[in-house]
């Protein structure tokens, strides 16, 4: 099993979107090669942090499960989609997303801020100076730390 952390703006897609919905949902739109790449590294059973960023307290709020493995982004062929990209109509591969499930919300979100401020975390990829990408894996000690942090055993 790995472990990996998506992020999303509540704005546009929040762990409560995700949990409301009930069931599966794509984790479409990536358009990274780097995320993309690591979203085609993803196995079913493969765990998430959910992070809410571009957000007044940009924190890990809950998790998922990769409950399908990659497989094209129809969204990237859909010109009304504002994740359209006229490249993937001849190379439908171009973009992958993967399908995940709700598992849990934390009873106390775990702030950028307390990621920063716990020293055992400080080689985390999130961390990194202008990291941006959306998708991110984690290692299994970051993972242990950051549910410790959470209340979560």
């Known amino acids: 099993m790995a472990y990996w952390l998506f992020k999303s703006e509540p704005s546009s897609f929040s762990l409560e979107d995700l949990r409301a919905r009930g069931g599966p949902e794509p984790w479409s739109g990536v358009r990274n090669y780097q995320a993309r790449n690591f979203m085609r590294a993803m196995r079913?059973?493969?765990?998430?942090?959910?992070?809410?960023?571009?957000?007044a307290t940009p924190a890990v709020v809950g998790e998922v499960e990769v409950v399908r493995a990659?497989?094209?982004?129809?969204?990237?062929?859909?010109?009304?989609?504002?994740?359209?990209?006229?490249?993937?109509l001849a190379h439908p591969e171009l973009w992958s997303m993967v399908d995940v499930a709700f598992r849990s919300r934390y009873p106390t979100p775990v702030s950028l801020s307390r990621l920063k401020d716990c020293p055992p975390l400080s080689g985390m990829r999130l961390l990194a100076r202008g990291n941006r990408l959306s998708i991110l894996p984690v290692?299994?000690?970051?993972?242990?730390?950051?549910?410790?942090l959470a209340g979560i055993a």
Do not use: K, N, Q
């Open 139 to 148: 290692t299994e000690e970051e993972w242990r730390i950051i549910r410790g």
């Open 44 to 55: 079913v059973g493969d765990l998430g942090f959910f992070y809410h960023s571009s957000c």
């Open 70 to 88: 990659y497989y094209p982004d129809a969204t990237a062929l859909d010109p009304g989609d504002h994740h359209y990209d006229p490249r993937a």
